[in-house]
């Protein structure tokens, strides 16, 4: 619930945000006020952009688009300060809050701290209104309101930190953890002189658009369950993106670990499929070889579940060590679905 909490209220608050600014930007256009509107569709735009990360499957960049919304606010309520409206400074108040809210601290303190520069010059030098000390004065408490906020987040953040070692809404261990981890089993497979190997389950939305968002993740739960009853006592599964599972498997080589992949897979398949989804499951899987470390073990996997998926999906994929071409192998899924 927590989870779903942080996902959905953001979502209500940016769609009405959108709707709101939408129509302050239409008004200000026809009253003739281009700043005004210039600041109130880039405020459209972070409502907008402000919840999503990276790509969506249209390719958006939601990222890039963030900070330009984000830039165009700035320096429209800067340049509002020497050329008008006067109004667009009570804008200025929140304008720290939302610099910290998209942007990581170390980003965002240095351009607050620019921004109140600029704007302690203009309402020094470049405006002759009377009350442009209160203003300024207001600007200054909540803009250190704003910095206290942020201290208690960061503060209350690392706090935690070592508290969030599962995913609430999988129960899968969290992905912070996963470097670390893998570093420790690799070491131990070698001293001991054991096999190890990983596995990387990915679901193939790529390939189905007839699903919604929301549908696949209510399964996400179930889908951390089938893999806790699955998995050995000593094995580890992580969530690594939103719906991809990366498993460490000690003391297994390369085709037992294929062979696992394959019933996990195949069994998720099941899964899918009784929930009324058309999706399927592909994964990949990497076995330790001399060299590898954390990273790179991690990087060979993804590569296995990118060319399963890249092949048409619904296929266990072994990674194939360019070294030794013959040590990969490939195990299409049966019953006609690929």
Not at 17 to 43: H, N, P, Y
Not at 78 to 92: C, K, N, R
Not at 104 to 128: D, E, N, S
Request: aromatic share 8%; glycine share 8%.
């Amino acid at each position: 619930m927590p989870q779903t909490a942080e996902k959905f209220l953001p979502g209500k608050f940016s769609r009405s945000g959108f709707i709101a600014f939408g129509l302050t930007t239409g008004l200000c256009l026809a009253a003739g006020e281009l700043l005004a509107g210039v600041a109130a569709a880039a405020a459209a735009g972070l409502c907008l952009a402000g919840t999503h990360r990276g790509k969506d499957r249209q390719g958006r960049p939601w990222t890039q688009l963030r900070a330009f919304f984000l830039v165009t606010l700035v320096l429209a309520l800067v340049a509002a300060i020497w050329t008008g409206p006067w109004s667009l400074s009570h804008w200025l108040y929140a304008l720290p809050l939302v610099l910290f809210a998209m942007a990581p601290v170390y980003l965002a303190a240095p351009v607050t701290l620019a921004f109140m520069f600029f704007v302690l010059a203009g309402t020094q030098w470049a405006v002759a209104l009377p009350d442009r000390h209160q203003m300024m004065t207001a600007l200054v408490l909540t803009t250190l309101l704003g910095a206290i906020l942020v201290f208690m987040r960061e503060y209350k953040s690392r706090q935690l930190a070592p508290l969030r070692r599962t995913d609430e809404l999988t129960q899968a261990a969290s992905r912070e953890y996963l470097s670390a981890d893998l570093h420790k089993e690799i070491q131990r497979s070698e001293r001991e002189g054991t096999h190890m190997s990983v596995m990387m389950i990915g679901l193939d939305t790529h390939l189905s658009d007839v699903d919604p968002d929301a549908d696949i993740r209510a399964i996400l739960p179930r889908i951390g369950r089938y893999l806790h009853s699955q998995l050995r006592d000593f094995d580890t599964y992580y969530r690594v993106a939103d719906l991809q599972f990366l498993v460490i498997l000690p003391g297994t080589n390369t085709a037992e670990a294929a062979r696992t992949a394959e019933q996990v897979r195949a069994g998720l398949c099941t899964l899918l499929a009784s929930h009324g989804l058309k999706l399927t499951v592909s994964t990949g899987v990497a076995g330790l070889n001399i060299g590898d470390d954390a990273d790179s073990l991690q990087q060979s996997v993804a590569n296995a579940l990118r060319r399963a998926q890249q092949q048409g999906g619904n296929r266990t994929q072994t990674y194939s060590n360019p070294a030794a071409p013959n040590s990969a192998g490939e195990h299409p899924a049966s019953g006609g679905h690929q």
